[in-house]
């Protein structure tokens, strides 16, 4: 087997299909790796953001086109191979190079932690928008976003991924939390005031706002208010990481 080295920046598409049109939602980037800096082992992903251009920094309009194309062409192949049509999730897994944009993976679904950051910026009604893939009446009216951005972090519990802690209780301060947040429970038992750890990613936190340094300050924060045997990655978001994700694709293009 041979496989090609690709290098450069990866990137979420998710886009609705239903089988003839193909809608995309809000690009994201995801943080495969445990520890601040992208140190550390990979996981299923310790955050996600959006930016509220519905692009990401270190995109171009060209490679979200090429992006969309290849969802749009997959779509086709579907089928063309089946004789079905596609309808439903069609999740792209990118990375933008100096070559352009290379698929990486697919899957049919909504990506996680990437549907916390883009679920929230649906302004149009989930229910019709499923109506509209059944039958094959989707278009950007149909499904509308509001131009904000997203910063998503996971509280982990304490030795995650490898040998991650079990059964420990943790708190969250809900009177101290911003309008402009939502958290997702994820690999947590209990109930809301009684929360125990199950060793995987634990609560999924989302800061809302016009732009990613106050989206990322609101997440941040609440973030601070979950406490107990647990850590997550400060750095997602914030202005210094996504200034190393330019330079580094600027760097790519230039070699």
Not at 4 to 25: A, C, R
Not at 129 to 137: G, Y
Not at 166 to 183: A, H, P
Not at 210 to 221: D, F, P, S, T, Y
């Amino acid at each position: 087997m041979i496989e090609e080295k690709l290098i450069g920046q990866e990137f979420s598409l998710i886009s609705l299909v239903d089988g003839v049109t193909v809608v995309d939602f809000p690009a994201v980037q995801d943080h495969k790796r445990a520890y601040d800096g992208d140190c550390g082992p990979n996981t299923g992903g310790m955050g996600t953001y959006s930016d509220a251009n519905l692009s990401l920094p270190f995109l171009t309009e060209q490679d979200l086109k090429s992006a969309h194309e290849i969802n749009v062409a997959v779509m086709k192949a579907l089928e063309k191979e089946t004789g079905f049509k596609f309808k439903g999730f069609m999740y792209g897994g990118f990375i933008v190079t100096k070559n352009g944009v290379k698929l990486i993976e697919y899957n049919i679904r909504l990506g996680d932690p990437e549907a916390m950051n883009i679920m929230p910026l649906l302004k149009s009604d989930f229910v019709d928008i499923c109506e509209a893939m059944v039958n094959e009446k989707l278009n950007k009216k149909v499904v509308q976003f509001e131009n904000k951005a997203t910063v998503c972090k996971y509280v982990v519990p304490q030795g995650y991924p490898d040998k991650p802690v079990k059964g420990e209780k943790i708190f969250i301060d809900y009177e101290k939390m911003s309008k402009d947040v939502r958290i997702y429970f994820a690999s947590v038992d209990g109930m809301r005031n009684d929360l125990k750890l199950c060793g995987s990613r634990a609560i999924g936190v989302v800061g809302i706002a016009e732009n990613l340094e106050k989206a990322e300050k609101i997440c941040e924060q609440a973030v601070n208010l979950i406490t107990g045997p647990v850590f997550h990655r400060k750095d997602i978001g914030t202005k210094e990481l996504i200034g190393k994700r330019i330079r580094q694709m600027e760097e790519v293009m230039e070699m």
